[in-house]
């Protein structure tokens, strides 16, 4: 990095700057003087993800770029909030800066050391005890509706099971994973919409339960089946066009043949990596 280059700190006050100037009433942008906590939470949660998919992906050079975007959503939330005078950038900064102090006392105390399993413990004990202080007192209390449903269906789980309720291994949870399944297949006869998003919907609970009794993410699981079902299709697509047929007008046959030899030269090659 340059010697010259500007410091953490004049950036973050340009980007304060600059958001002072979008948000002014007289000569800043009318979209972005028009938006609201609510119109921009989209925008926080996507820039979120895209965070996410540049780390997957190991593009750091992206990684950097959003980075930024999502910086700029807190900069945002931070100057509508100073607007109607709740709160500004500083008192963001601040609240983690504490929060990280006071959930550190092994590094920023007098706390004895710990491994990365006790810290694990005291964080969450840490969030439990700062819970109760502002009165949200339920074992479910805190866990936010904005989750998105399986990383949800797995922390309210893994509240649950700090009380004690939970399944006592892996077997008793496929075994309820089979009784959800059939519990389905009867409902499938009447084809009424709520009781098959309720089934659906429990099979899914159920799911997201069996990834954290083995230790697993739920929506990284599924981001991995995604990227390997998107992979394996886009490698069968080219198998048929390099036979001059069109997708589309290909029977489903033809398709599952291909599949396969995706698939099996995929797992062959895994095998000789």
């Not at 009447?190 to 009781?195: I, L, Q």
């Not at 098959?196 to 997201?208: I, N």
């Not at 697509?237 to 030269?265: F, H, N, P, Y």
Request: some cysteine.
């Amino acid at each position: 990095m340059s010697d010259t280059a500007p410091t953490a700190e004049a950036e973050l006050r340009r980007l304060l700057e600059i958001m002072v100037a979008l948000r002014d009433p007289a000569n800043g942008c009318p979209w972005d003087k028009e938006q609201t906590f609510d119109s921009i939470a989209p925008y926080t949660i996507e820039e979120a993800y895209e965070v996410a998919d540049a780390i997957a992906q190991r593009d750091f050079e992206a990684l950097a770029d959003e980075l930024g975007d999502l910086l700029f959503q807190v900069v945002y939330h931070a100057r509508m909030a100073e607007e109607e005078r709740r709160f500004d950038f500083a008192a963001v900064a601040r609240c983690i800066n504490n929060k990280m102090i006071r959930r550190h006392p092994h590094v920023f105390g007098d706390a004895a050391s710990r491994d990365s399993a006790e810290q694990t413990r005291a964080w969450e004990e840490g969030k439990s005890q700062e819970r109760a202080a502002r009165q949200q007192t339920g074992a479910l209390a805190g866990v936010p509706v904005g989750l998105p449903a399986l990383t949800r269906a797995m922390k309210l789980t893994r509240r649950a099971a700090r009380v004690g309720f939970d399944w006592p291994d892996v077997e008793q949870v496929l075994d309820k994973l089979d009784e959800e399944i059939q519990e389905l297949r009867a409902e499938l006869s009447d084809r009424n919409p709520e009781r098959l998003k309720d089934e659906v919907g429990d099979l899914l609970f159920v799911l997201a339960n069996l990834a954290r009794k083995l230790d697993l993410e739920p929506e990284t699981c599924l981001r991995h089946a995604n990227d390997k079902f998107s992979r394996r299709f886009n490698a069968m697509e080219s198998d048929i066009q390099a036979s001059g047929a069109r997708l589309s007008e290909t029977a489903l046959e033809t398709m599952e043949a291909a599949w396969q030899r995706v698939k099996t030269a995929e797992k062959s090659s895994e095998n000789n990596g």
